[in-house]
């Protein structure tokens, strides 16, 4: 009997060992399970860390980003300025366009020298108060031109033109507006010498005296004028009195 009780108790004991080292076991394999959690929970951190690290690269690119926004509003604000700058220029070509205008407008109001294409010269009766006849030079144009010097008079077959009677110089050259006429007086003075013409030939003077191209012809009333060698012709004036002067 006693034997079998300290088997027994034997049996407990060694049942009561291998349980303790079980327990002992389960708990060192526990403590590892809950080591690897918080293992884990690193890693999982360590993994975290990388977003965050990524945040930080997300936020460094959105920095540069918004320098490179704010760089691009900088240059669009000077392409702005730069678009504001050529509309100031072309303002400016506009102010210069309207100038050129009014110059042009300028030069078209006053059109230099009369010529025979622009004026319509015809002879202008005296009425017999006086021996000189009047040239009569109309500005048929659209623009303002002047009377340079004297005209030149001659009529067929003469050897030189009438000569100019230099006393007759007006103070100013006379400006023919559209419409309006200019004179100039031929002196028939009486001499044995006399001789009458029916066409009369007048060329035009320019700004140098010297004569212009072209010519035009008028037409004597009645027999002819009667000329002689010691005709003259006068200056060209702005009106009739002047002229017979």
């Known amino acids: 009997m006693r034997i079998r009780r300290t088997r027994r108790a034997l049996t407990f004991l060694a049942v009561a060992g291998v349980t303790v080292l079980a327990t002992a ?14 293992g884990g929970k690193g890693a ?14 997300e936020k460094t690119a959105d920095v540069s980003a918004a320098k490179e926004g704010k760089t691009g509003s900088s240059a669009q604000g000077q392409d702005a300025s730069g678009t504001s700058g050529s509309s100031g220029a072309s303002g400016g070509n506009s102010g210069g366009s309207g ?14 020298a009369c010529t025979t294409g622009s ?12 021996p000189a006849v009047l040239l009569k ?21 003469a050897q030189s033109a ?13 400006t023919l507006a559209p419409g309006k006429s200019g004179y100039a007086a031929i002196s028939l003075p009486s001499g044995a010498d006399k001789h009458r013409e029916k066409v009369l030939t007048i060329g035009l ?20 004028i009667a000329l002689t ?3 003259m012709v006068t200056y060209w004036q702005s009106d009739e009195a002047a002229a017979l002067q």
Not at 25 to 38: E, Q, V
Not at 120 to 125: E, F, M, N, Q, T
Not at 138 to 157: E, H, K, Q, R
């Open 119 to 130: 004026v319509k010269i015809s002879l202008a009766d005296t009425g017999g108060t006086l």
């Open 162 to 174: 009438i000569g100019a009677n230099e006393h007759s110089k007006p103070q100013a050259v006379v």
């Open 205 to 224: 003077r320019g700004r140098d005296m010297g004569p212009i191209d072209g010519q035009d012809t008028v037409t004597a009333f009645g027999s002819g």
């Open 44 to 57: 999982g951190s360590s993994v975290s860390g990388s977003p965050a690290s990524g945040s930080s690269a």
């Open 99 to 112: 100038s050129a205008s009014g110059t042009s407008g300028a030069a078209a109001a006053k059109g230099g």
């Open 137 to 157: 030079a109309t500005n048929a144009s659209g623009s303002s031109c002047d009377l340079y010097g004297f005209p030149t008079v001659g009529y067929p077959g």
């Open 25 to 38: 076991a389960c708990g060192t394999n526990g403590s590892s399970a809950a080591d690897s959690p918080n």
């Open 229 to 231: 060698d010691s005709s």
